[in-house]
T-cell receptor
Framework: AQSVTQLDSHVSVSEGTPVLLRCNYS??????LFWYVQHPNKGLQLLLK??????LVKGINGFEAEFKKSETSFHLTKPSAHMSDAAEYFC??????????FGSGTQLTVLP | EAGVAQSPRYKIIEKRQSVAFWCNPI?????LYWYQQILGQGPKLLIQ????????DSQLPKDRFSAERLKGVDSTLKIQPAKLEDSAVYLC???????????FGPGTRLLVL
């Protein structure tokens, strides 16, 4: 069985400060890992994905994530938060069945 | 390139009524997915189609939910009869083929009263 755990349901940061959204995974198969963002009343938009190439993955809007197999983690970071980053973020895993298993989401609030 | 289209965007029904959702995937995408996203949770896969065949429907409550993908393009998801616990956002996604990236539509928000 595979699973994804997002360690924080809510994260608040001030505009211009770093963002860290944490994701741990469990999979008996070499996984592909994804981060999606969901703005209110919108569908999920892919931020970045890891598919067994470089462990540091760069995505859109200045986000990046690092795959750490030893820690079974795939945390999402951004050096400087912008007001437009406020949204819900989902970490997801694709394992042997090639299907996405999602975490429960992290709501990011950006304070002015 | 046009994205995944879904309609309606919002639907309010009473329990025991029926409802249907429609999805038009990105042109050329062979794989289509329906997800259920309950408030405060991540999306959960209900059914996966490859062209017009079902690949996985193990999490679809088949006593009340049904889905079809005629001609391997558009898809409809139906609930009959609806229960209160079916209140959720129903997301449609498509991809060229697994494990390619899935692209999501805006979703249909269902409220069952």
């Amino acid at each position: 069985a595979q699973s994804v755990t997002q360690l924080d349901s809510h994260v608040s940061v001030s505009e211009g400060t770093p963002v860290l959204l944490r994701c741990n995974y469990s999979s008996s198969y070499s996984p592909s890992l994804f981060w999606y963002v969901q703005h209110p009343n919108k569908g999920l938009q892919l931020l970045l994905k890891y598919t067994s190439a470089a462990t540091l993955v760069k995505g859109i809007n200045g986000f990046e994530a690092e795959f750490k197999k030893s820690e079974t983690s795939f945390h999402l970071t951004k050096p400087s938060a912008h007001m437009s980053d406020a949204a819900e973020y989902f970490c997801a895993l694709s394992g042997s069945a090639r299907q996405l298993t999602f975490g429960s989401g992290t709501q990011l609030t950006v304070l002015p | 390139e046009a994205g995944v289209a879904q309609s309606p965007r919002y639907k309010i029904i009473e329990k025991r009524q029926s409802v249907a959702f429609w999805c038009n995937p990105i042109s050329g995408h062979a794989t289509l997915y329906w997800y259920q996203q309950i408030l405060g949770q991540g999306p959960k896969l209900l059914i996966q189609f490859q062209n017009n065949g079902v690949v996985d429907d193990s999490q679809l409550p088949k006593d009340r939910f049904s889905a079809e993908r005629l001609k391997g393009v558009d898809s409809t998801l139906k609930i009959q009869p609806a229960k209160l616990e079916d209140s959720a956002v129903y997301l449609c996604a498509s991809s060229l083929a697994p494990p390619e990236t899935q692209y999501f539509g805006p979703g249909t928000r269902l409220l069952v009263l």
